[in-house]
C-alpha cells in the first residue's frame, strides 16, 4: 500500500534582495565554483529550517553575474513534520534571514499562496532601473560607494534628448531579436516582447549631496515589460547610452529593431551589468 501522506506543503511566496556583485547570478549553480548563485545561499537558509522534504526556490526573473536586486521573488513548498504548523510569512522571514548571515541577500516578506501559485508565470511584469553616472572622466573617479552600483560611460555628457527620442522607437511590442544576447538556451524563445514604460530621469547618487569638488549627475533607465529577453535590458541601455555619445542616431535603434538579427547589434556596446537592478516583480 502507498505511504500514508502527511499535510500537504505550504506554498509561500518570497520577495527577497541581494547585492549581486560575488554571485554569479540568481540561479542555482554547482557548489564548487569560486561564485555561485543566490539560491544556493537561500536553499541552504531553508535546509536549515528543517524541513522534512528539500525546498526548492522558484524564482521569478533571472539575473546575470553582477546585477542586483531591490525585490525579485520566489515561491517554494516547505513540508514540515506532522504535527508542526505551518511556518507564519513572519516566521519565515526571521528564520531565512536569521541563516543568510552574513551574505548580502535579505528575505523581504513571505506570505502562503495556493498551490497552483507560481512566481514566474503569475507575474504580471517587471520593472528594472539602471543607474548611469556622467561626469567621470575615468574609472578612477567613481566615488567608492558606488563601486559596482552603477555605470560610468567615458567621453563626457550626454545627449539625454536623443536618448529620449531613441527610447520611443523601443516602447511597445516589438520582435526583440537584436537586443538578445545570443545563447543556446534562448535560441527557440519568441522573440516578441511588450515594452510599458522606458523612461530616462535624474536620480540621485549615494550620499551626492555630501560630495566635494565634483559635478557628478546621477541618471536612471527605468524599464517596465511583462518579461524580458536574455540581457535584453543591457544591451537597450547600452544601446541608448552609444545615442547619447553621438555614435548612433535614434533613428539607428529603430533600424537595429527592424533588422530582427542580434549579429547586428553594435560590437561593444552592451552595458555592464554593474548598473542593472530589478527593482520589482508585480502580481
Same mark, same amino acid.
Given at each position: 500500500p502507498a505511504p500514508a +501522506?502527511?499535510?500537504a506543503p505550504a506554498r509561500y511566496l518570497v520577495f527577497f534582495q541581494y547585492f549581486g556583485t560575488r554571485y554569479s547570478g540568481v540561479m542555482e549553480t554547482k557548489s564548487d565554483q569560486a561564485l555561485v548563485g543566490v539560491?544556493?545561499?537561500?536553499?541552504?537558509?531553508?535546509? &536549515?529550517?528543517? %524541513?522534512?522534504? %528539500?525546498?526548492?526556490?522558484?524564482?521569478?526573473?533571472?539575473t546575470d553575474t553582477g546585477v542586483h536586486a531591490l525585490a525579485?521573488?520566489?515561491?517554494?513548498?516547505?513540508?514540515?513534520?506532522?504535527? &508542526?504548523?505551518?511556518?507564519?510569512?513572519q516566521q519565515l522571514v526571521q528564520g531565512l534571514n536569521h541563516h543568510l548571515r552574513p551574505e548580502p541577500i535579505r528575505i523581504l516578506s513571505?506570505?502562503?499562496? %495556493?498551490s497552483t501559485f507560481h512566481a514566474r508565470f503569475c507575474a504580471l511584469s517587471?520593472?528594472?532601473?539602471?543607474?548611469?553616472?556622467?561626469?567621470?572622466a575615468h574609472r578612477s573617479q567613481i566615488p567608492v560607494f558606488e563601486w559596482d552600483l552603477c555605470w560610468a560611460p567615458a567621453g563626457g555628457p550626454l545627449n539625454i534628448p536623443a536618448m529620449r527620442e531613441a527610447a520611443e522607437f523601443l516602447l511597445g511590442t516589438h520582435d526583440f531579436s537584436t537586443f538578445r544576447s545570443l545563447n543556446s538556451e534562448n535560441a527557440f524563445q519568441? %522573440?516578441?516582447r511588450t515594452l510599458l514604460q522606458l523612461e530616462i530621469q535624474p536620480a540621485p547618487g549615494f550620499l551626492s549631496h555630501h560630495y566635494q569638488h565634483r559635478e557628478l549627475e546621477f541618471w536612471e533607465v527605468k524599464v517596465k515589460g511583462r518579461a524580458f529577453l536574455y540581457k535584453q535590458v543591457?544591451? +537597450?541601455?547600452?544601446?541608448l547610452v552609444a545615442v547619447?555619445?553621438?555614435?548612433?542616431?535614434?533613428?539607428?535603434?529603430?533600424?537595429l529593431l527592424e533588422l530582427k538579427d542580434a549579429r547586428a547589434f553594435p560590437p561593444h556596446a552592451m552595458a555592464p551589468p554593474s548598473g542593472l537592478f530589478l527593482k520589482s516583480v508585480e502580481y
Amino acid at each position: 500500500p502507498a505511504p500514508a +501522506m502527511g499535510c500537504a506543503p505550504a506554498r509561500y511566496l518570497v520577495f527577497f534582495q541581494y547585492f549581486g556583485t560575488r554571485y554569479s547570478g540568481v540561479m542555482e549553480t554547482k557548489s564548487d565554483q569560486a561564485l555561485v548563485g543566490v539560491q544556493n545561499y537561500l536553499e541552504e537558509a531553508a535546509q &536549515k529550517l528543517k %524541513p522534512s522534504a %528539500p525546498i526548492k526556490f522558484h524564482i521569478s526573473s533571472r539575473t546575470d553575474t553582477g546585477v542586483h536586486a531591490l525585490a525579485n521573488a520566489a515561491h517554494l513548498d516547505i513540508q514540515r513534520a506532522p504535527g &508542526k504548523a505551518a511556518f507564519t510569512g513572519q516566521q519565515l522571514v526571521q528564520g531565512l534571514n536569521h541563516h543568510l548571515r552574513p551574505e548580502p541577500i535579505r528575505i523581504l516578506s513571505a506570505q502562503r499562496v %495556493p498551490s497552483t501559485f507560481h512566481a514566474r508565470f503569475c507575474a504580471l511584469s517587471r520593472t528594472y532601473i539602471y543607474r548611469l553616472l556622467l561626469g567621470c572622466a575615468h574609472r578612477s573617479q567613481i566615488p567608492v560607494f558606488e563601486w559596482d552600483l552603477c555605470w560610468a560611460p567615458a567621453g563626457g555628457p550626454l545627449n539625454i534628448p536623443a536618448m529620449r527620442e531613441a527610447a520611443e522607437f523601443l516602447l511597445g511590442t516589438h520582435d526583440f531579436s537584436t537586443f538578445r544576447s545570443l545563447n543556446s538556451e534562448n535560441a527557440f524563445q519568441s %522573440p516578441v516582447r511588450t515594452l510599458l514604460q522606458l523612461e530616462i530621469q535624474p536620480a540621485p547618487g549615494f550620499l551626492s549631496h555630501h560630495y566635494q569638488h565634483r559635478e557628478l549627475e546621477f541618471w536612471e533607465v527605468k524599464v517596465k515589460g511583462r518579461a524580458f529577453l536574455y540581457k535584453q535590458v543591457r544591451r +537597450m541601455v547600452g544601446a541608448l547610452v552609444a545615442v547619447g555619445q553621438g555614435k548612433l542616431s535614434p533613428q539607428h535603434i529603430q533600424e537595429l529593431l527592424e533588422l530582427k538579427d542580434a549579429r547586428a547589434f553594435p560590437p561593444h556596446a552592451m552595458a555592464p551589468p554593474s548598473g542593472l537592478f530589478l527593482k520589482s516583480v508585480e502580481y
